[in-house]
Nanobody, 114 residues
Framework: QVQLVESGGGLVQAGGSLRLSCAAS????????MAWYRQPPGKQRELVAGISSAGSTNYADSVKGRFTVSRDNAKNTVYLQMNSLKAEDTAVYYC????????WGQGTQVTVSS
């Protein structure tokens, strides 16, 4: 069983930064793909960024150049550094891990005021 706990969300003004963390309850090796998703109010969940087992990363077009996903396997943690935040980044952000199947965290709220 894998449990993921997100933290670091909150209220920030447009143009500001936040760093989200996702701590896993068991060892997530570098072989496990990880990802961040978000669900804006009234909209479907969407992929924000992913990091593969090979360490390659991919981003939604809307966050390229502003967000950076990274991982620390020794700490069983994945991060999402979010810079130059916009009001449209307001959403619940979810961490996900692929360990035979996708596991999800409960989410952390990010609110960007304009």
């Amino acid at each position: 069983q894998v449990q993921l706990v997100e933290s670091g969300g909150g209220l920030v003004q447009a143009g500001g930064s936040l760093r989200l963390s996702c701590a896993a309850s068991r060892s997530i090796s570098s072989r496990n793909a990880m990802a961040w998703y978000r669900q804006p109010p009234g909209k479907q969940r969407e992929l924000v960024a992913g990091i593969s087992s090979a360490g390659s990363t991919n981003y939604a077009d809307s966050v390229k150049g502003r967000f950076t996903v990274s991982r620390d396997n020794a700490k069983n943690t994945v991060y999402l550094q979010m810079n130059s935040l916009k009001a449209e980044d307001t959403a619940v952000y979810y961490c996900a891990a692929l360990v035979n199947r996708w596991y999800w965290g409960q989410g952390t709220q990010v609110t960007v005021s304009s």
